[in-house]
């Protein structure tokens, strides 16, 4: 049974309560944990939604274990100009497809890198799966609760006295699990950066205003309009979702004509 997270069917719908106490941060354990569900969930087409909520009052996803973080730079040791990182992310990246090599790798200081790309790869399967993904935002959702909300294809956020965004840049560093990718493709480059810069959060009217969240709800409301977005949706076609999933994630950040190349292929 995973540690981090709960889940509960709902006819068509999967509600994954996470419930790391005592702040509900992202952890490596949660990614670990929730790639081991979609793994599961792969294929199972009697599941065609899934809610992603906190289980705690007042609770979603606060931020990435910031103390992790730095645990994991410090192990990782490296201190490198971009294009030398950038040359260790590619070999990283080749040898975690290899399990010899990786379970080798696991107990180097390169394992910290692939912590790292198992958030970007679990974002990735979200953005590729037959399901769709609800982010049912109940309590504050800041850098790693954004970019896991960021990786849902819709969000529904409480009307409370909470905030969203990626406060990073606050305490001198740039979002890692897609939130510079994601958060200019949701609200436009310029809001985006400026958001980022300033690392300005938002409340649920603002986020909706920005087109950030789909949907501002009473806080008790919260999970159960997911549910109801997501019994609705989960009656879409399994291959539709995947397909309008790609060309939309995948074609809609290139220029026009590769995009409507990536269309024509998944239509």
Request: glycine fraction near 10%; charge should be neutral; hydrophobic fraction near 45%.
């Amino acid at each position: 049974m995973p540690r981090t997270f709960e889940t509960e069917r709902r006819d068509r719908v999967l509600v994954v309560r996470i419930d790391d106490p005592p702040h509900n941060f992202m952890t490596g354990e949660m990614i670990r944990e929730l790639s081991d569900l979609l793994g599961a969930l792969r294929g199972d087409h009697s599941v065609g939604s899934v809610v992603i909520t906190g289980k705690p009052d007042r609770l979603y996803i606060t931020h990435y274990d910031v103390g992790e973080i730095l645990a994991s730079v410090e192990r990782a040791g490296i201190a490198a100009p971009p294009w030398l990182t950038g040359i260790v992310l590619r070999v990283a990246g080749a040898i975690r497809r290899v399990p010899l090599l990786r379970d080798l790798v696991e107990r180097t200081p390169l394992a910290a890198v692939f912590e790292l790309y198992r958030v970007h790869d679990l974002f990735l399967s979200m953005n590729r799966s037959e399901k769709v993904f609800i982010a049912a935002i109940n309590g504050p959702a800041t850098g790693g609760g954004c970019e896991m909300s960021l990786a849902c294809d819709i969000r529904v956020m409480a009307d409370a006295d909470i905030a969203i965004g990626l406060p990073e840049m606050t305490v001198d560093f740039n979002p890692g699990a897609g939130g510079t990718q994601r958060l200019p493709r949701a609200v436009g480059t310029g809001r985006a950066m400026a958001m980022m810069l300033e690392g300005r959060t938002l409340s649920p009217r603002e986020a909706l205003d920005y087109g950030l969240v789909q949907a501002v709800v009473p806080h008790d409301q919260v999970e159960e309009a997911a549910v109801r977005m997501g019994e609705r949706l989960a009656r879409r076609s399994p291959e539709a979702i995947r397909s309008l999933k790609r060309a939309v994630y995948e074609g809609g950040s290139r220029p026009l004509h590769r995009g409507l190349a990536v269309e024509r292929k998944w239509f």
